[in-house]
């Protein structure tokens, strides 16, 4: 069994006061034994981080002390001469063991923002990938994540509040096409509408079916999985995929 978690952020007047309540909520987390967590994307008022290690110092402290990895949310990060969106993880030891870039910048960003290329699996607890925010709407992203070996998807999203229904539906059904519990992490206040999501998978006479449990205001939630519960059904599902002309 892993314990995931998700951290659901409100607005705060700057990024020091942001990155306090993002401590606060991983604390509690780390304090309910939850093995890997995550924040939502871009949920501090200066969304650029140029140094993630130094910004999220914090973070890492908490990740060590808690023995817990932290998907420390996404942010505008320039690497060379490229703008990206990039989500930073953080080992159980402190460790910053890498980025995820986001595959589909969304609408407005792709006037400045360059795509992510490949997507990444990380392993600590767990084989976990990470679908960034608008990354959920596309199936190959989730699908070509769980090929790699991914037992579980994360998702640090900002998620207007017109848009909650449909991405609580993307989330149920990157699950159900995968056979993984998705965790999806949004920030709430005047114009975010929260209602972080994280989806689990139960079987009915053969029938595949999602159960939901989401977060409203600033708080966490998190859930015990057993990871390899649904593997043969993935397999099954993955044999069968595609056969068509």
């Known amino acids: 069994m892993i314990k995931l978690g998700i951290g659901q952020t409100i607005e705060t007047k700057s ?3 942001g990155i306090k309540q993002a401590s606060f909520l991983l604390e509690r987390l780390g304090k309910n034994e939850v093995d890997i967590a995550c924040l939502p994307e871009q949920f501090l008022p200066d969304n650029t981080i140029t140094d993630f290690e130094a910004s999220f110092s914090q973070f890492a402290k908490i990740a060590k ?3 817990m990895t932290i998907i420390a949310g996404a942010f ?3 690497s060379g001469k490229e703008l990206r969106i990039s989500s930073p993880v953080i080992d159980n030891t402190g460790q910053f063991i890498g980025t995820q870039h986001k595959i589909h910048p969304f609408d407005y960003e792709k006037d400045s923002i360059q795509p992510g290329k490949e997507v990444k699996i990380f392993s600590t607890k767990c084989k976990f990938g990470v679908v960034i925010c608008y990354d959920m709407v596309f199936a190959d992203v989730a699908e ?3 090929k790699k070996g991914a037992q579980v998807l994360f998702s640090p999203a900002r998620i207007v509040r017109r848009g909650i229904h449909p991405w609580h539906i993307y989330c149920q059904t ?3 096409e995968n056979r993984v519990p998705v965790l999806g ?3 709430q206040n005047a114009k975010f509408g929260g209602k972080s999501i994280i989806v689990d998978l139960y079987e009915d006479q053969g029938v595949m079916i999602p159960k939901t449990k989401m977060t409203v205001g600033q708080g966490i939630r998190f859930e015990e999985f057993d990871l390899k519960k649904f593997e043969k059904s993935r397999r099954i599902r993955y044999s069968d995929h595609k056969k068509f002309v």
């Open 15 to 17: 990024n020091e006061d």
């Open 65 to 67: 002390q808690y023995s």
């Open 76 to 78: 505008y990060n320039k």
């Open 144 to 146: 070509s994540m769980v």
């Open 174 to 176: 990157r699950s159900l």
């Open 185 to 187: 992490a949004n920030m």
